[in-house]
């Protein structure tokens, strides 16, 4: 056996205390009891928004003059006047004072993927004398510092200035911390000090005045009384409970939220027997806990259950206007996070914390609706409904059949690297499943619209066989394809690759304008040919069947998993773009630009920025998992897998002693030989790894930058994953310093 130096070294004592660690980190798991949650009471309504100023709580605090100002604010999008400004502000002010606060706080969604919050208190002084005010500038704005912020070059250093601006649309809450600490929260756009955005809400809110204004017209093709056009979205929230200790004890947890290391346990989710199974009670607990605080806040969970993996779950809501919804969910990740703490737990959002078991998800089911109750993505009960859902059906899919690479950038990220592809997760090629009903629906419109015009007889049978072949029940007229990246079920689209710890606004963002541009030019194809004394109907599915035929290559019906599909979507020239450096360049191609620049949903500047910004947050967080790698390599796993060694050959040396024959010492010596490659292997591609971290460094764009880590440093983390996950196998139980898969996955 060749000479090794890292065969017999001194075992400092840092490293026992490491070891150590991990059977400490057990015990306290497995004494942890489960924490009594106290329902405030056994109906949910008794205290559903209890800590949201609602406009019905806000009508009991200002005149009628002023909430109607906030009203039309909040429906179309008028700026409030200052005198109203300062009314809602006293009403705030007294009604959250009145509930235990004592400041207040501008909430906001920075391009970090997680909120921030400047506080102030109500506190100020007057003639010298102590008082509680909030004003209506302390409302309507506030200056907090944007230069610590991601900007993508927007902001420079020593350009500190940045400005939060409150949206009306959104209602004020109190948070509450602790069993004193309640604050204010008023939900904010978050602009530079030249105004561009440096958020995620302000796209969003323009996109949803875009498709507002794009949808509305083609409305009232079918009903005159329609005045407005929302979109909707309901979340379903994925993600791993572990128990904090554990999670104490994993460098990697703390550092990455994913398992850098770690072989798979003997069992996983092979059983399939965690899905929709019994929740543990401490699991439960804080279940309870957590509706208990979202359900103060408004947001209308109704939805727990065990997911597929072991340690993993689910909650969702009702669905909500988009902009609340997206708020909801980001509030709720931070409560989330907040309340583990509470019961010793630790939450994981990343898209892929454990390898070999399914990583987690963010389904985004997306729809629009009309303020005379009307769900556009919802089929009808007569021909002239239906004509209605196809048209939005039909120009939804042409759309996204147009874009489709632009919405697979806003899934892009390094953690949903890990999932997409991975036969649990929608695969990388963005397609749209819709069912065979609606599939024999869009060839009977393909087969029977001819080019030209058609004559009264043919429109209106047509438009009653196609009823006649769309049941009000849609819903469970065929079965949900879970492999598709973008299907409807039913009444709505599910965009299912959202990875788990994303923000929601940034495809929904996109998704909204996709479809805006798509209606905006539906509208003025069809006022073209009513203009050439065509039909409003007979128009309508001529532009359709049109639609149908140039969008046929992005809807598949099969298994997206399969190797089949993806030979035919590269037939039908669909893209497969597996990384995130690769897929964040459809944000930069000119078709991006037309549609995201010249509808003003950002400005070019910001699109770059957004593009940078996206580009560095990748490169950090591989660069932070290589480092900790690194760490984990050289002061844990090496130091554990050389203990087993002294043991090895102590054990070795022994037996040779005794006169035991050489040959019956082959796997002894096997041992040791495979734990000295192991750690060779480890020492080497650890080494090479951070040569090839400062090599990519010394690039100077950020594109390159996010390229060499791409295919430079992250290669090496399945190797160096290998060898220790070999080492965690074959060294002594006692000496492995890691919590292991089957303490983290199912000590609850």
Known sequence: MENNTYLCPKIKQSSKISIMSRFSALEQAQLRPSIDVKLPSTKVSDYYASNVFQLDVMRQYISKEAFESVQASVKEGKKIDRRVADQVAAAMKAWAVERGANAYCHWFQPLTGSTAEKHDTFFTLADGKAIEAFSGDALVQQEPDASSFPSGGLRVTFEARGYTAWD??????????????????????????????????????????????????????????????????????????????????????????RTLLGASAAKGQQLEDHYFASIPERVYAYMLDLEVEAHKLGIPIRTRHNEVAPGQYECAPMFEEVNLAVDQNQLLMDLMDRIAKRHRLRVLFHEKPFAGINGSGKHNNWSMGTDTGKNLLSPGKTPRTNLQFLTFFINTIKGVSQHADLLRATIASANNDHRLGANEAPPAIISIFIGTTLTKVLEELEEKVKAGKMDDNSRSELKLDIHNKIPDLLLDNTDRNRTSPFAFTGNKFEVRAVGSSANCAYPMTILNAIVAQQLKSFHEEVEKLIAQKETKDGAILRVLRRYVVESKHILFEGDNYSQEWADEAARRGLSNVKTTPKALDFLMTPQAKALLVDNGVYLERELEARYEVQLETYKRKIEIEALTLSDMVTTMVIPSAVRYQNDLITNLRGLQELGIKKKELTPIVDLLEESVACIKTLKNATDAMLVEREKANEHHHAHQIADAYCEKVKPYFDTIRTAADRLEQIVDDRYWSLPKYREILFIR
Not at 189 to 206: N, Q, R, W
Not at 242 to 248: H, S, T, Y
């Open 168 to 257: 009306p649309s959104s209602p004020a809450f109190i948070m509450s911390v602790g069993s004193s600490g309640k604050t204010l929260c008023i939900p904010t756009i978050f602009v530079s000090y030249t105004g561009e955005s440096l958020d995620y809400k302000a796209p969003l809110l323009k996109s949803i005045h875009l498709l507002e204004d794009a949808a509305l017209p083609v409305c009232q093709y079918f009903d005159r009384n329609v005045t407005k056009v929302y979109t909707t979205l309901g979340w379903e929230q994925e993600y791993f409970l572990v128990d904090e200790a554990l999670f104490m004890a994993r460098p990697d947890l703390m550092a990455t939220g």
